[in-house]
């Protein structure tokens, strides 16, 4: 029943500025870690950032550090991807994952959103 929806992919030129939002949705206990991940074509996943919920710690991947901001706002169960300077080899398929349990008996799961398009390009 939990779900995890991502939003605002889309098409955008190089140099340009995208915002990705992920957002929990269903019987939710509570959320930890939260991450955003990506497969361009012929490539395998690669975590992009993540970020955690008790102290808000941030990592990314040097390709995108500089450029790309994840945050989180809890009381919206949302992710977000804040992307600018968008390069061609940023264009990929962009994955929310989040850690989260659906009650306080029940452990953490790894929950994966169905991904959306960014495509970068003139």
């Known amino acids: 029943q939990v779900q995890l929806v991502e939003s605002g992919g889309g098409l955008v030129q190089p140099g340009g500025s995208l915002r990705l939002s992920c957002a929990a949705s269903?019987?939710?206990?509570?959320?930890?870690?939260m991450a955003w991940y990506r497969q361009g074509p012929g490539k395998e996943r690669e975590l992009v950032a993540r970020i955690r919920r008790v102290a808000n710690s941030k990592d990314y991947a040097d390709t995108v550090k500089g450029r790309f901001t994840i945050s989180r706002d809890n009381a919206k169960n949302t992710v977000y991807l804040q992307m600018n300077s968008l390069k061609s080899e940023d264009t990929a398929v962009y994955y929310c994952?989040?850690?989260?349990?659906?009650?306080?008996?029940?452990?953490?799961?790894?929950?994966w959103g169905q991904g959306t398009q960014v495509t970068v390009s003139s």
């Open positions: 269903g019987s939710i206990y509570s959320i930890g870690t």
């Open positions: 994952n989040g850690v989260l349990s659906t009650a306080p008996w029940r452990s953490d799961g790894n929950y």
